[in-house]
């Protein structure tokens, strides 16, 4: 059964860097788009990030351009999200989730990262 | 980004209540409108897609209907694992996006 198992919730000050990973299982990683969203607590779930592992393209959303990336790890069917220069508004869960037709049909556990002083 | 709304952004309901919930688009997004159920704590969970497939494993008391700028998520029978926050969702367009959310609480 598909898998998506994101590593452990991360406790940051302003100005630090964090790396989010989403190791994938039960299905072919290189041939399903992954996405990262985050939600910060009480809104809606926020678009940020994709990449085709199997071809390397990815996006990121003109909101987050500059301080995240995104990329994947084939041979440990991973994806990565590096945040850097962290900031009290980037607390939030972050999620990543495989793209079918543009919806997510299969979702990570969350990880709740916490900015703060 | 294309806007999006949803009525009401809460709603309580006894078992058995037929509910509805409406998503509008700020701009049309053809058929391409997916409806997501989450609970605390929890990632959402995919009910429908295209605006009115019902996912594997979704119960029938799940049915959306729209295209355009408007939808609908209708749970007929209201049960008690409903209590949830429902979100719809355009992917026409990037960046994709979720409408505010609906809370739906059981009396």
């Known amino acids: 059964q598909v898998q998506l198992l994101q590593s452990g919730g991360e406790v940051k000050e302003p100005g630090a860097s964090v790396k989010l990973s989403c190791k994938a299982s039960g299905y072919t990683f290189t041939q399903e788009a992954v996405h990262w969203l985050r939600q910060a607590p009480g809104q809606r779930p926020q678009w940020m990030a994709w990449i085709n592992p199997g071809t390397g393209g990815s996006v990121v959303s003109q909101k987050f351009r500059g301080r995240f990336a995104i990329s994947a790890d084939i041979s440990a069917a991973t994806v990565f999200l590096d945040a850097a220069t962290l900031m009290s508004e980037d607390t939030a869960v972050y999620y990543c989730?495989?793209?079918?037709?543009?919806?997510?049909?299969?979702w990570g556990q969350g990880s709740l990262v916490s900015v703060s002083s | 980004d294309i806007e999006m709304t949803q009525s009401p952004s809460t709603l309580s309901a006894s078992v058995g209540d037929r509910v509805t919930i409406t998503c509008r688009v700020g701009q049309s997004t053809s058929h391409f409108l997916a409806w997501y159920q989450q609970k605390p704590g929890k990632a959402p969970k995919l009910l429908i897609s295209?605006?009115?497939t019902l996912e594997n494993g979704v119960p029938s008391r799940f049915s959306g209907r729209g295209s355009g700028t408007e939808f609908t998520l209708t749970i007929t029978s209201l049960q008690p694992d409903d209590s949830a926050t429902y979100y719809c969702?355009?992917?026409?367009?990037?960046?994709?996006?979720f409408g505010p959310g609906t809370k739906v609480d059981i009396k």
């Open positions: 969702q355009q992917y026409i367009n990037y960046p994709f996006t």
């Open positions: 989730a495989k793209e079918k037709g543009g919806r997510y049909d299969f």
């Open positions: 295209q605006a009115s």
